[in-house]
């Protein structure tokens, strides 16, 4: 999510009123926004994924006035029309098939009013946007281009101009391989033989969207009074979200809005289109949702502290709220403009019978049983080391299950079985007393074409003897012991198996079954752990004898 | 107290010592005149001192002992003094005196280099070089030098108690290669208090008493005789450890037990799931920030899944694209089922939660499930990031379940956690709305802590999955910060330590 830094004195401006501290940080974490801390100069809050429009100072600012009551309701923005034109061209659907525009004048910028606007546009493409993705903003001086402009697309070679804080002319190619921007953003434009970009009616560029703009023509200053804004992308919804939530940012900054005449081959868009969507309220759906009993009245107060408009049992959505898509969604405004603090917790008498996962009991009842004969149990996890769980083992490599993106390299499997975590505890505690006596039960990964995901997911339970008398004897008692206090008959065939000594090592099985291999750790694994005391162990599948027992 | 108790309650190698005793004795005498073994010794007066029969003063003092070539050098003299010896009629080459003197190289060039400083030779170089010896030198074999005098004394000496000249012999010897080495020792004095004279001067063998009890003893009954040796019970004994279960599976049995009592259901299920099913199946677009590749583990092999349900496929593909029926307007934007096939390890618990309401029937409802198990996110490990932890998930599932009933549930659960304050602030995810932040008033920092997720699935959710509308509160809560202050852990990746010593001293669950 994103942290946005705002300055605290334009906010307040734009609030009407200066709250005091404590009612400030308040009612900011009640507002649904992560507050992270007020600083005399500035606001610093993460702003949840579905209220790009709070990424500003003007958009928050606007919320919570109305949130506390000041200037409730929806607010009007008038948007002039100017005629003036954007063709798109033929064929932009392969490439970038949506734009729309507005221009703005009246701007009247500072350094202040530059930098709010730079952070809302960077904020909004790496949220909203989906990192310019799905939608790029573009603004320019408008005293630079001359009417109409024309979204068209170019082969790479072709397109050439001098990109931002660039000394000379280049083209698109050596944009994506030299201009830092264009490198960082090079993956957008992937695979497309041509790409998009804005040109004037004297056919400068203004911009190769979504990587660039024209240094000549694509950079506003203090100076700038007017303004030319596109959003471009590949969806319009999307698109024109965004350029809602721009202009009527502009517009709490003083500036007025301007429509423009998007002309596709098809089709021709006035934009922005900053008229309200209406929902109907479903006030008894949102009352029992709730467990509220609101009337009408309170319903149109508190749709309107979170800036919708209220009209004939409909809200009217502002143009700038994307996250309105279901009644629900208004239920959830209107719980927040009720006060979460205001919901007395309730538990309903209605009687249900819990249950415990069968499989779970039985687990809860093996850990029981090892305990009561002195072993303690561990907890390691599930994410494991390759070489450990084979290569160090002695072992060849099963058919196990790998992690495409670990971070810690050190785990870069899921573990296939149990005893090499147990080798790792018996290897890291070689410092402590002996004898040392463990068990872990826990899930292990296979491949399985026959699932779902092609992962068989089931329990084993392994139990490691480490200490001056630990033998063959010794582990077989214990797991003669388990197996009869389940009521399990069993017979143990000897087999062989690379991590454990030949002769000393025997498979388990119960009703045909192979359960389990048990025996003693060969001192090659042994050395391979630097464990100088030898280890006797069994690991028993405990799914299979889990279901062997409900048999 | 008064001596007769107290010798009733002697144990053995206490009797055996206490006649040995005198107003004043050392340990190493009183071992010597009681012919037990150092350590019987040494427990036995410490348990004399616990009651008050005996003091101890102790001292550590310096002590000097022959190292292995002062033993050599005590028996053939100091090498410098084999050295002259050897040159005393002739003059030898080095080699040569190597020879006669039976001196190794290194003792020779030290020699050399110590005999020329005192002048005690003269060295030529001819062909090699030539040693021969001075006047000075001839005065040097007539006596014993001041090192070999010191060689001679008895060891071990105590240092504090050397002559100002011995000293400087010490001092030199020490600074040569292990000729004499210094030990540090403790000293005890071991006296007598009033009480233990007392004790000491009553019979203390009178009665036979009973120290342990056999079996051969109880046959014969040969106890009836004898009075019982009394133990101090007040004395502290080495401690013992036993198994048990792990500390995180403590809690997690407690846990389950709270919400099997307040009626909810276990849920379980695969650890491994399909991005369909973890994050479609609860209307997380598939461009959502958190399908993104840092967060989420994906996997390498087998990397993509299948999905068997075609119907449920179509059904929440449509929710995605246009809402399907369930009243939304959906992301609006193309759903991609290659996406969906995705393996992934499950991110949370809600995908449990997500397979139970598809399994459920109208029927069933009301129904409360609760899961608690293992997520994944892909981070680096430290102290405060773990890649799996355990997560609290719970569903009510209840056409009259509201969204107080869901504040309800979490405060009788936190309540039963030890944390009786619970608050909601206002929250995003993409299934539930509303959404909140659950928070619980940590007592110890005195703060807010944020501890998880809740609030009631969107239609967009359950509707796909059960194929029917009905409200379903619901939450995913961390154990992991829950627990930390009753162990005192720090570091969450002490959760997964495994340090035996440490797992046998914690202390358990008794919440």
Known sequence: MPTVTLNRKTVEKLVGKKLPE???????????????????????????????????????????????????????????????????????????????????????LDDEKIREIIQIQEKLHVTFCRKRKKAAIGIYPLEKIKLPIYFTSKKPEEIIFRPLEWKKEINAKEILEQHPTGIKYKDLVKGLKRYAIFHDADENILSFTPIINSHMTGKINDKTKEAFLEVSGFDLHTANYVLNIMVTALADMGADIYSMEVVYPDRTLTTPDLSPRKMKVDYKYINKWLGLDLSEKEFKKYLEMMGFGYEDKHALIPAYRPDVIHPVDLGEDVAIAYGYENFEPVLPEKATTGKENDFEKFRKQVSKILAGLNMLELSSYHLANKDTQFKRMSFEEGSHVEIANSVSEEYNIMRWWMLPQLMQVLQENTHNEYPQNIFESGVVFKLDDKEETGVKEFTRLAAALCGN?????????????????????????????????????????????????????????????????????????????????SE | MNPDDIINKLHPLERKVLPHLEKKISFDDLVKKSGMKDIEVMRAVQWLENKDILK??????????????????????????????????????????????????????????????????????????????????????????????????????????????????????????????????????ISLTELGEKVSKSK?????????????????????????????????????????????????????????????????????????????????????????????FYLKEPKKGSIK?????????????????????????????????????????????????????????????FAVGKCFRNETLDWKHLFEFYQVEGIVVDPDVNFKNLIGYLRNFFRKMGFPNVRIRPGHFPYTEPSAEVDVWHPVKKQWVEIGGSGIFRPEVSKPLMGFECPVAAWGLGLGRLIMDYWDIHDLRQYYKNDLKQLREMKVWLK
Not at chain 2, 139 to 150: G, I, V
Not at chain 2, 208 to 220: N, Q, S
Not at chain 2, 353 to 367: G, N, R, V
């Open chain 1, 22 to 108: 404590d009612k400030l940080k308040d009612r900011i974490s009640m507002l649904g926004t992560d507050l992270e801390e007020v600083t005399d100069e500035e606001i610093i809050v993460e702003i949840f994924p579905n209220r790009p429009d709070l990424l500003s100072e003007q958009g928050f600012g606007r919320a919570l006035s109305s949130f506390i009551g000041l200037n409730t309701g929806l607010r009007n923005y008038h948007v002039k029309k100017t005629g003036a034109k954007v063709f798109v061209d033929k064929g932009m659907e392969n490439v970038r098939p949506y734009t729309v525009c507005a221009i703005i004048k009246n701007l009247k």
């Open chain 2, 309 to 369: 349900d075609k119907e449920l496929l179509k059904r929440i593909k449509q929710t995605h694209e246009n809402g399907w029926t369930t009243g939304s307007m959906g992301w609006r934007y193309n759903y991609s089922e290659e996406t969906a096939k995705e393996n992934m390890l499950r991110t949370h618990n809600t995908v449990l939660s997500a397979e139970t309401l598809y399994k459920l029937k109208k029927q069933d409802l009301p129904a409360k499930f």
């Open chain 1, 469 to 549: 008398d630990a033998d063959y004897t010794k582990i077989r008692q214990i797991l003669d012991y388990l197996l009869r206090s389940i009521g399990l008959e069993y017979e143990i065939k000897e087999t062989e198996h690379p991590s454990f000594i030949g002769g000393r090592v025997g498979r388990v099985y119960v009703k045909g079954k192979a359960v389990a291999y048990i025996g003693e750790i060969h001192p090659f694994v042994l050395e391979n752990f630097a464990v100088e005391m030898p280890v006797a162990a069994f690991e028993l599948n405990l799914s299979e004898v889990f279901s062997l027992l």
């Open chain 2, 204 to 296: 203390i063998s009178g009665k036979e008493v009973v120290d342990k009890i056999t079996p051969k003893m109880l046959k014969a009954k040969s106890w009836k005789k004898k009075g019982f040796r009394a133990f101090d019970v007040e004395i502290n004994v080495p401690s013992i450890s036993g198994g048990k279960r792990h500390f995180t599976n403590q809690v997690v049995e407690y846990v389950k037990q709270i919400w099997l009592e307040l009626g909810f259901t276990e849920m379980t299920g695969n650890m491994v799931h399909t991005g369909f099913w973890d994050l479609d199946a609860l209307f997380v677009p598939q461009d959502h920030p958190a399908r993104e590749m840092q967060d989420t």
């Open chain 2, 56 to 189: 101890v003063d102790s001292e550590e003092k310096e002590f000097i002992e022959l190292d292995s070539n002062g033993l050599l050098y005590r028996k053939e003299g100091m090498p410098e003094k084999r050295f002259l010896k050897a040159i005393k009629d002739k003059p030898l080459s080095l080699g040569g005196l190597e020879k006669k003197s039976g001196l190794d190289r290194n003792e020779v060039s030290i020699s050399l280099g110590m005999l020329k400083r005192h002048g005690a030779i003269d060295i030529k170089k001819e062909k090699e070089l030539v040693v021969s010896i001075t006047g000075k030198g001839k005065e040097l074999l007539k006596k014993d030098s001041l090192e070999e005098q010191f060689l001679k004394k008895n060891f071990p000496v105590e240092f504090s108690c050397l002559e100002p000249q011995e000293k400087h012999a010490a001092l030199e010897l020490l600074k040569r290669k292990q000729i004499l080495k210094k030990d540090k020792k403790t000293f005890r004095e």
